[in-house]
């Protein structure tokens, strides 16, 4: 069964920094993406970075140069760097991740990701 737990999450002051992680059990396959993503009172989910086994990545505009996905896949996990963060990034975050994937891709679309994990909030104040 897979599982994904997500962690780091907190509040802080615009301009500053959270780094979030997700530990992935359970979780067999050699060929997937997985994806961070967020959602915001009121709005619908949006996908914020994903990254492929590959170590291919993408990033919703709203925040490139600002935030970075990496993973470690000894460890099982999936990091996010949050930097230069804005009161509108204030959301729950959910890691999500594939089913195995013939090419790979850094979807941010949900559709394409089967599991997810329960979040992690984040609020920024100005």
């Known amino acids: 069964q897979v599982q994904l737990v997500e962690s780091g999450g907190g509040s802080v002051q615009a301009g500053g920094s959270l780094r979030l992680s997700c530990t992935a059990s359970?979780?067999?396959?050699?060929?997937?993406?997985m994806a961070w993503f967020r959602q915001a009172p009121g709005k619908e989910r949006e996908g914020v970075a994903s990254?492929?086994?590959?170590?291919?990545?993408a990033y919703a505009d709203s925040v490139k140069e600002r935030f970075t996905i990496s993973q470690d896949n000894a460890k099982n996990t999936l990091d996010l760097q949050m930097n230069s963060l804005k009161p509108e990034d204030t959301a729950m975050y959910f890691c999500?991740?594939?089913?195995?994937?013939?090419?790979?891709?850094?979807?941010?679309?949900?559709?394409?990701?089967?599991?997810w994990g329960q979040g992690t909030q984040v609020t920024v104040s100005s």
């Open positions: 999500a991740a594939s089913k195995p994937l013939l090419s790979p891709r850094p979807y941010l679309q949900s559709n394409w990701y089967p599991y």
């Open positions: 359970g979780y067999p396959y050699l060929a997937y993406s």
């Open positions: 990254i492929t086994i590959d170590g291919t990545t």
